[in-house]
């Protein structure tokens, strides 16, 4: 069965979902690991913890923000939530509702080619939204080109040991009919008169069960999109991000230049995203039932963030390190990438916004050090204006990567020498931590198996897995192939009682829920069958927390407050559903938080230090005020987790869940 990739996806760097993996050497400013020797890991070893949970499984899906999933939820109880229903952008049905100008859209100018415009002067209002585009999502289902499957056979002989059987037919449903890169006709008389603000997806289909287009998630895209300026500034919004040209921002550069002149007769369809941004999902029309399920019964964050602008590459990272890695020559020490490896977004001479250098195969990286690099100064004089004045924490001489290229590592253990990889990174990452203090762990990853054999139709995302980049992982062939296995070791380990005390869980390509490859609703099938395996076993689930979210935004729209913390980030809000004994009641937290409070939460519980000098498990966790609980009033700062959980008097009581 071959895969095909979708150009301009992530996939397209995966050695995964489809190609060969990209090249190598060794990475950065040096810091000591904390695991001076390979130390010896006990599988199942859980040690002693600050509270019951004695396993953390977290489930990182794709590409979904917190309105795009949650946008219409709402709490029972005296629980309250911030999103597109709460606010009054849109109604219960998903029409506009009586704020529905709060998210609104603009078009701009940026033309000047001497400078990346963060925050455009000239902006206009859409008076209807550019169209929906199909992009690369699938036209037709098709045996050999999935997804999706042209029939229930092949994707039962793909992902049957992977989902319910009553799962599956999910896999052969959902294609466009219409061909890549055309608006999005499925949206009917809609589609080129779509109102300026946030609109429901599910209203193509009628259902939510369809491969949508992706909308572009890179890093200078982001912040763009973002139009964060101290201007914008309010009580309920210090840091003044608008989140109001993610529409423009789509249609005049889209996933990047890759350094080639704009196409000629360029239009607002001409990078196949048109308004994909702008699509929610709602749940009150019956979309994510599972997650509706799960959220109603446990507890969601609305205040928990991507870490990092942009996409699945450096935010995976993020999970693993608690930072970025940055390019060297191989041996440790700083070097300059290829110069067409750097970003460039400053405007290429005529365009509106069409960036020098950037995409899947141009720019990635940035010396953010240095205020005189394209890009760079802007975002910095930015951060210098908050309050708060947050430290870009860039590192002199080091050019950090900011979006995807493939790890140094394949899965043999070998360095990737192809093209558009990142040398081998000797950053520190959890695993270090958790390996100092014998602590076991586990990154399991669906298609690893085939992946390891270097097979053209892995599903296996390798830019996902954080530790693949690592030396400190990779450089014992023993080591890592006790510690990076497969989804059907993840079961086996349940199965037999040697789960680890922390387990990373990712699906692969085809369910990992990222817009046109996948579907959310095939995320929540791989997520239901893993809550499942560990509810049916009473002492697991009783030392059990089930982190549930995905890498990043995918670049949808949210109308979350962001917290600039460092250059980096952070980026809009995303979906995290937090499943345990201790965890029950239909709860929405409110804390400040992004994928390193993931590592916080680990840390406390097993008490680990901070996993370098200067990662970000060393900021404080956020003082909240009642008035507006959602802004930290000692930025930057983000919580460990710890409140989305009840330990005393919780988790004795009989297992009265309700079957999801």
Known sequence: MKRTKNPGSRHALQAGF??????????GIVFPS??????????????????????????????????????????????????????????????????????????????DPTRFELSPAVKTPYNVLPAPNTGYAPTAASDTNAPPFATLAAARAAEGSVLYPRDLVQLTTGATGLPTRVPDTRFGANTFNLPNGPYQISRVGPNYDQYIASPVHRFYQAWQQADCNVAHANAKDPSGCKMDLLAWVETSVGAGSNGKPQPPSFNDQSTGEGSTALGFYNV??????????????????????????GGTGANSIMLGTGDLIYYTDGKGRLSTPPANEIEDPRP????????????????????CADASQPG?????????????????????????????????????????????TIPPSPVPTIADSLEAKKVSWKYYGEGWNTFVKNSPTTVYCNICNPFLYETSVMKNPAFFKQHLQDTSDFYADIAGGTLPAVSFVKPGGLLDGHPSSSKYG??????????????VRPDLWASTAILITNDEGGGYYDSGYIQPIDYFGDGPRIPLIVVSAYSRGGRVVHQYADHVSVLKFIERNWALAPVTRRSRDNLPNPVQLRSNPYVPVNAPAIDDLFDAFRFHGAGHEDDADEDL
């Open 284 to 309: 009150q029309t019956g979309d994510m039932p599972y997650f509706t399920a799960l959220a109603r019964q446990y507890t969601i964050s609305d205040n928990y963030h991507q870490p990092v602008m």
């Open 34 to 111: 904390l695991a001076q020797s390979q130390p010896q890991s006990a599988a199942g070893a859980s040690g002693n913890t600050a509270t019951p949970i004695k396993h953390v499984i977290v489930i990182v899906g794709e590409n979904r923000t917190f309105d795009q999933v949650f946008g219409t939820y709402e709490p029972h109880g005296d629980q309250r939530v911030s999103n597109l229903l709460s606010k009054g952008i849109v109604n219960a049905d998903g029409t506009p509702g009586r704020n529905f100008a709060l998210a609104a859209q603009y078009s701009a100018e940026a033309t």
């Open 376 to 420: 760079v100064g802007p975002i910095r004089q930015y951060l210098a204006s908050l309050p708060y004045h947050p430290s870009a924490n860039c590192e002199p001489g080091a050019y950090y990567l900011l979006n995807n290229y493939n790890p140094g590592y394949n899965g043999d253990g070998t360095v990737n020498t192809s093209t558009f």
């Open 18 to 27: 489809v190609v060969g993996a990209i090249a190598l050497t060794t990475a």
């Open 348 to 367: 290429q001479p005529g365009t509106n916004n069409w960036y020098a250098q950037d995409g899947y195969s141009g720019g990635s990286y940035s010396e």
């Open 522 to 535: 095939l995320f929540e099938a791989f997520v239901r069958k893993i809550v499942d395996s560990v509810r």
